[in-house]
Nanobody, 116 residues
Framework: QVQLVESGGGLVQPGGSLRLSCAAS????????MGWYRQAPGKQREYVAT???????HYADFVKGRFTVSRDNAKNTVYLQMNSLKPEDTAVYYC??????????WGQGTQVTVSS
């Protein structure tokens, strides 16, 4: 059974930081591209960042320079370090595991709220 479990969300003030984690089980973690997506109220889910199985990170333009995606294959975990958070970053953040779009899995999401 595949599980992706996100953690680390919460309430933070504008300009603050959070680190999201996603622990995977039931997959050969190292061969998957791992990603983060988010969905704000009333909006469609959107791409945030991915990291390939080779460790190459990619980002949506709106998070470049603020967010950093990383992975620890020994711990089957992907991270999203979020700095300089803005109110518009408020959303549910979802972890994604993708094997060449043949096998795609999603976590349940973790809420991030940026507000003073």
């Amino acid at each position: 059974q595949v599980q992706l479990v996100e953690s680390g969300g919460g309430l933070v003030q504008p300009g603050g930081s959070l680190r999201l984690s996603c622990a995977a089980s039931g997959i050969v973690f190292s061969i998957y591209t791992m990603g983060w997506y988010r969905q704000a109220p009333g909006k469609q889910r959107e791409y945030v960042a991915t990291i390939t199985r080779g460790g190459s990170p990619h980002y949506a333009d709106f998070v470049k320079g603020r967010f950093t995606v990383s992975r620890d294959n020994a711990k089957n975990t992907v991270y999203l370090q979020m700095n300089s958070l803005k109110p518009e970053d408020t959303a549910v953040y979802y972890c994604n595991a993708d094997y060449f779009q043949e096998k795609v899995y999603w976590g349940q999401g973790t809420q991030v709220t940026v507000s003073s």
